[in-house]
């Protein structure tokens, strides 16, 4: 199938899919109201192979070490899936299941495949990394940019709310210390626990509430610029790749989904 933009409808919910450019959600709008910051970097974009930085672009497969490109000096950031073309496998009126085989730079074969359900009140993301060959340490995850205001008279900016168990430290090169500290008042751009699993909310008041959840226990909150909040579910750390990976194996991929569910106010 074509990598052309997808729109889902569910009530008065839609959803813009760009396969073409990253296979990443580019618009969500309800009631006409668009959720997401618009842009060709922004939406929401899936993070795998990994999720948030790589210190040095470095990490470890047993005794293998691999260089990846430093696309934020000096780490890898991201992943590589947010820059490719991905292939539309099947789509109606409601969902969409988009496929991205794994190339160079990544140093190993797979396949990653994403799903994106709409209900009425409610959108679900899938995502699974797969390999039929090697195995190899694996991150995945979503990195929405919501809008920090939806418009209007007397519109106010968006409030966060959410309860973690800890703070991953933060070093001055904006990755994890090792440490876990007591979670810290923003401005944000750092990873939290949640054991139980991921669970924020978005509070646009007099407009609409939004949550995001997942069964994952990791969640980067960023919110230091000025447009746009981000709430990522991911399932480990920025540089997870070398303390918190999971292994893909040909009998286990690894897989996870996130649910945005909404509400008028």
């Known amino acids: 199938m074509s990598d052309e933009d997808i729109t889902l409808t569910a009530g008065d919910a839609e959803v813009t899919v760009r396969p073409g450019n990253g296979g990443r959600v580019s618009g969500l709008r309800v009631g006409g109201v668009e959720l997401l910051r618009q842009g060709d970097r922004f939406g929401c974009f899936p993070m795998v192979p990994w999720c948030g930085r790589i210190r040095d672009g470095r990490f470890r497969n047993g005794a293998t070490v691999h260089q990846l490109p430093l696309n934020a000096p000096p780490h890898a950031i991201h992943g590589t899936a947010r820059d490719a073309a991905w292939r539309t496998a099947r789509k109606s009126a409601d969902e969409v ?124 909150i960023y919110d230091e610029q000025p447009e746009a909040v981000c709430v990522e579910p991911q399932t480990g750390p920025p540089d997870g790749l070398n303390t918190h990976s999971r292994l893909v194996t040909p009998l286990e991929p690894l897989e996870a989904t996130t649910t945005w569910t909404w509400r008028r106010l």
């Not at 929405?144 to 008279?153: I, K, Q, V």
């Open 97 to 220: 299941v988009l496929t991205y085989d794994l190339v160079e730079p990544w140093p190993y074969p797979g396949r990653v495949t994403q799903q994106f359900t709409l209900g009425e009140d409610a959108l679900t993301l899938t995502m699974a990394v797969e390999t039929y060959d090697s195995s190899f340490p694996a991150q995945l995850g979503w990195h929405p940019w919501f809008n920090r205001s939806l418009g209007g008279a007397d519109a106010q900016d968006v409030r966060l709310d959410f309860t973690a168990a800890w703070q991953e430290e933060r070093g001055d090169d904006h990755l994890p210390t090792g440490n876990r500290v007591d979670p810290r008042p923003g401005p944000w751009d750092d990873c939290f626990g949640m054991p139980d699993g991921v669970d924020v909310t978005l509070t646009w008041p007099g407009q609409l509430e939004l949550k995001v959840a997942s069964r994952e226990e990791w969640v980067v």
